[in-house]
């Protein structure tokens, strides 16, 4: 490593924050342990440059803080890097943790150059990104009600039959219409279309808001691109966007796609090699998002209207990249599907292809002219 870098690991807390700092030429670490206040953190940084008069690196474990430490740092004048947990080296024979070892093998495996920096969003891109997670949860919120509403009704007895399809409007109605024998079941019922009815309001202007952001700079254009392919829309597109925070940083799809968790794991030594299921490293919301498109390849290549019109106004380049797309993952699909291959593994195999057509559509080495 380069001479007069100072190297710190910071093992962070809610409430206090454990330094270990390494000085040029030196082995043994400077430790010290301080609260987790702006206040506080500014004071040990002019301490620190007092000691250290070249340039000062620091790093710390991705975790419940985020990256307001690191802005923070940076703010300050000073080099610090997130790390990602689970690429961080380890020992088999070490079974002690304490938070002063932790600060001090972070501010070592520093200086060695073998930690693997998490790229960090701005604070703009996370604020989307975390709006995105938001819809995320009241969906999620929004399931579990009405898991819990159809299981009820189940227990007492009372059962869709009009239809063939739940949560419809006439299912809605007909669940309003219904009055039990008991108070108390009575109540249950209510509180339950309550909060349903909550979290369709929720849901409702989560949407709005998120189809706005999508129209924004610098995410219309990406989220237009994305919107040509099968099975992708405004919420879908967006939330790749955010979550990518710049695509521009993997070089191949490949890449993209072993960020993803979509490559095999493999257990390979000498002349054996052993392949598994996919890794699941990386981003599992976005692997979850892209999956679900996929699905969509068990369909027939077309172009209907509401795609027809996402398409228009949009770049002939990415909707010939589309176009590809649907030809080439459904004969996937279908290939896959004859060999007799789990459902699930077929679609993430078509999921990992998907992967490679939107690197396509969003490399941003590819000089495109809007139709």
Known sequence: MSDGITHVGLDAHQETIVVAALLPGTQAPVEDRLANAPETVARWVRRLRSRSAGEVVCAYEAGPLGYGLMRQLEALGVSCVVVAPALIPIKPGDRIKTDRRDARKLAELLRAGLLTPVHAPTPEQEAVRDLCRAREAAKGDEKRVKHRLSKFMLRRGLRWTLGRKMWTRAHLEWLRGRRLEHAADQ??????????????????????????????????????????????????????????????????????????????????SGSKERRGAITRAGNGRLRRLLIEAAWHS????????????????????????????????????????????????????VARELVGFLWAALDPRDRRTTA
Request: net charge positive; hydrophobic share 40%; proline share 6%.
């Open 187 to 268: 109540a249950t019922l209510d509180d339950h279309l309550l909060a349903l009815e909550q979290l369709t309001s929720r849901l409702e202007a989560l949407d709005a808001k998120l189809a706005a952001w999508a129209g924004e700079v610098p995410w219309a254009e990406p989220v237009g691109w994305l919107r040509c392919f099968r099975g992708i829309d405004t919420l879908t597109a967006l939330s790749v966007v955010t979550e990518l925070h710049d695509w521009r940083r993997f070089d191949t799809p490949r890449a993209l796609m072993a960020y993803l968790g979509l490559v095999p794991s493999e257990h390979s």
């Open 298 to 349: 068990r369909h027939r290549p077309a172009v209907g209207f509401r795609l027809r019109e996402r398409r228009r106004g949009q770049p002939p380049s990415v909707i010939a990249i589309a176009d590809r797309a649907q030809h080439r993952l459904h004969a996937r699909y279908q290939r896959l599907q004859a060999r007799g291959k789990p459902h699930n593994k077929v679609v993430t195999a």
